[in-house]
């Protein structure tokens, strides 16, 4: 088993800045990709970022150029630096990784934290 622990969120005006941390410990051995998801009340959980154990990166449209994720593997932790926030980012944050560390359609999940934007 893998746990995942996120810290960071809170409330920031728009266009102030955040960042988020994800802590891995447990079967740590077993994790490649690591990745950031998001859910605003009443809509669907979506990808925001996530980060394969090579380094790739892969963004959703609407955060690009805004955020970037990055890991550090020594400490088995994968950050989300949220730059330019807005309102609509507002939403929980869940840092997640694929159970089998490649296909992320069964992940690990972490409890979640809340980012709130304020116009």
């Known amino acids: 088993q893998v746990q995942l622990v996120e810290s960071g969120g809170g409330l920031v005006q728009a266009g102030g800045s955040l960042r988020l941390s994800c802590a891995a410990s447990g079967s740590i051995f077993s994790i490649n990709g690591m990745g950031w998801y998001r859910q605003a009340p009443g809509k669907q959980r979506e990808l925001v970022a996530r980060?394969?154990?090579?380094?790739?990166?892969d963004y959703a449209h609407s955060v690009k150029g805004r955020f970037i994720i990055s890991r550090d593997n020594a400490k088995n932790t994968v950050y989300l630096q949220m730059n330019s926030l807005k309102p609509e980012d507002t939403a929980v944050y869940y840092c997640?990784?694929?159970?089998?560390?490649?296909?992320?359609?069964?992940?690990?999940w972490g409890q979640g934290t809340q980012v709130t934007v304020s116009s």
């Open positions: 980060i394969t154990g090579g380094a790739y990166t």
């Open positions: 997640a990784a694929p159970r089998n560390g490649y296909t992320w359609d069964n992940n690990y």
